[in-house]
C-alpha cells in the first residue's frame, strides 16, 4: 500500500513562488518508481504538470513554460515541485501520483492534493 501526502500549498499572489511537497511510503517507492504531480481547477480536468521516472528522466506539461522544477530526494522518499511566476491560471488542487508497477499491472496511488491559489 503507497500513502502520499501533499504539502506545502497556500494562497500566493501573481508572480509568486510555492514549494510543494510529497511524502511517499513505504520506503522506496519514490526511488523505484515514476512520479507525478497533476492539477485539477475547479470545474477543469485534470491534466498533468511534471512528472520524474525512477531514472530521473522528467517532463512537463506544455503551460509550465520553464516556471516549474520537480525533484526527487530518493533518501528521505519525497518529491517536490517548485514554482515560480505563478499565474492565476496556476489556481487548482495539486496532487502527487504513483503508478505503482506490481509485477503483473499498475495500481494507481493518489495523494489528497494540496490547493494552490493565485491571486491577482
Known amino acids: 500500500q503507497v500513502h502520499l501526502v501533499e504539502s506545502g500549498g497556500g494562497v500566493v499572489v501573481v508572480g509568486g513562488s510555492l514549494r510543494l511537497s510529497c511524502a511517499a511510503s513505504?520506503?522506496?517507492?519514490?526511488?523505484?518508481?515514476?512520479v507525478a504531480w497533476y492539477r485539477q481547477a475547479d470545474g477543469g480536468q485534470r491534466e498533468m504538470v511534471a512528472a520524474?521516472?525512477?531514472?530521473?528522466?522528467?517532463n512537463y506539461g506544455d503551460f509550465v513554460e520553464g516556471r516549474f522544477a520537480i525533484s526527487k530526494d530518493n533518501a528521505n522518499n519525497k518529491v517536490y515541485l517548485q514554482m515560480i511566476n505563478l499565474k492565476p491560471s496556476d489556481t487548482a488542487v495539486y496532487s502527487c501520483?504513483?503508478?505503482?508497477?506490481?509485477?503483473?499491472?499498475?495500481?494507481?496511488?493518489w495523494g489528497q492534493g494540496t490547493q494552490v491559489t493565485v491571486s491577482e
Open positions: 501520483y504513483i503508478p505503482l508497477w506490481t509485477g503483473s499491472r499498475f495500481i494507481d496511488y
Open positions: 520524474i521516472t525512477s531514472g530521473g528522466d522528467i
Open positions: 513505504p520506503n522506496n517507492v519514490v526511488r523505484d518508481n515514476a
